[in-house]
């Protein structure tokens, strides 16, 4: 989709468009509501201000989204597809730290009770590993703070794909 085409679309049609980016409807709505966008890049600004901060409530929502890092999200949705493509780019998976980053996975769901969301693109599995060891670390206000950045950042980038950047 082009920002053209995506300024004249109609609310609900350009609502829909940004679903797989983050499914969170108060971020869909002000980037909506703020059309139309003179550059690509005042696009991408302010979808990374949107609904600053996300409500504990929709940082769960849209989680429930999101597959176990290491793993392949279920499904054909276009959410899904972004993700098997996001994750696709960590490469062959070293047994070892493949078994690291489940272990981590199933400590960070009992630390925190949510799966650990980081946005993969652009990372290796070592990456992810030490970010993972990092944050078993935080608070849950501090990890908080950063599932809300792990999300802007996932959506950037999927809208950034979207909009054809």
Known sequence: MLLEDFNAAGRAEA????????DIARWIQEIVDSR????????LEAAGR??????????????????RIGERAAG????????????ATLGA?????????????????????RVFLIRAAG????????????RLAHTP??????????????AVLRLEGLIGA
């Open 93 to 113: 998976p070293d047994p070892a730290v493949a078994a690291a980053i489940a272990e981590g996975n199933r400590s960070y769901e009992e630390k925190f009770g």
């Open 123 to 134: 990372r290796s599995r070592d990456e992810i590993l030490a970010a993972l060891n990092t």
């Open 76 to 87: 054909n949705s276009a959410e899904a597809r972004l993700s098997q493509a996001e994750q």
């Open 36 to 43: 139309p966008f003179g550059s690509t890049r005042s696009l």
């Open 141 to 154: 206000d501090e990890e908080q703070v950063v599932i809300g950045q792990q999300l802007r950042e996932i």
């Open 15 to 22: 609502a829909e468009s940004l679903r797989p980016c983050l």
């Open 50 to 67: 949107a609904a600053e901060p996300f409500t504990d409530a929709e940082v769960e929502a849209a989680l429930a989204h999101h597959p």
